[in-house]
């Protein structure tokens, strides 16, 4: 839209002075116009997510296998995921460390917040959804490593862990998310 445009809309006070636009007020049916708007997709979901660039003493870096039938399928990813309703971000990497990797970690570092919007996502179950993900990042060491192994119930989202040298995990095919975080490890 043009300015011109956009100063015909019923515009938030914020919104008007961030354009430079009149300040008015809104009359009370305007806050609920959805004539303006298109309609929400049917199904959006938002995530909030916990991951780990998990490393150990000798500098190897866990990472999990996405599971057949989830975005991403066959790439090697950063463990941890969604959170649970109440769980602290930090608290729930630790536990998807657990369940993912079979490893005890301690959280060390943030890294940063990722963000991640999909508006014609596939869900597992086949039906398209507009996914939206907010996934905070932290550096986790494990200090006494073991064999990588999935320990969640059947039918996760992980298929298989291992552990790997920086060099071979930048040749494996990787998730957005994994890129990232293994590009930020030698800062």
């Known amino acids: 839209l043009s300015l011109t445009e956009v100063a015909q809309l019923p515009l938030t006070p914020f919104t008007a002075e961030a354009l430079g636009l009149p ?5 009370p049916a305007a806050h ?15 995530r909030f997510g916990a991951y780990g660039l998990v490393t150990d003493p000798a500098g190897r ?6 599971a057949e039938g989830y975005p991403g399928a066959g790439l090697w990813h950063l463990p ?8 602290q971000p930090a608290t729930g990497l630790l536990r998807e460390l657990v369940e993912e990797g079979g490893q005890v970690g301690r959280v060390v570092e943030l890294l940063g917040v990722n963000n991640l919007h999909n508006p014609a996502a596939l869900g597992p179950e086949g039906r398209p959804l507009d996914w939206h993900g907010v996934r905070v ?12 192994v999935v320990t969640e119930s059947a039918g996760g989202s992980t298929a298989r862990a291992a552990w790997f040298t920086r060099e071979e995990a930048t040749e494996l095919p990787l998730s957005d ?9 030698g800062r």
């Open 32 to 46: 609920r116009s959805r004539d303006l708007f298109p309609p929400q997709h049917p199904d959006r979901r938002l």
């Open 177 to 185: 998310i994994a890129v990232v975080a293994i590009g930020q490890s």
């Open 23 to 27: 300040v008015t007020p809104l009359p």
């Open 61 to 66: 870096i866990l990472l999990t296998q996405i």
């Open 80 to 87: 941890g995921g969604g959170t649970d309703h109440g769980e």
């Open 137 to 148: 990042i932290y550096r986790v060491l494990v200090d006494v490593p073991t064999g990588a």
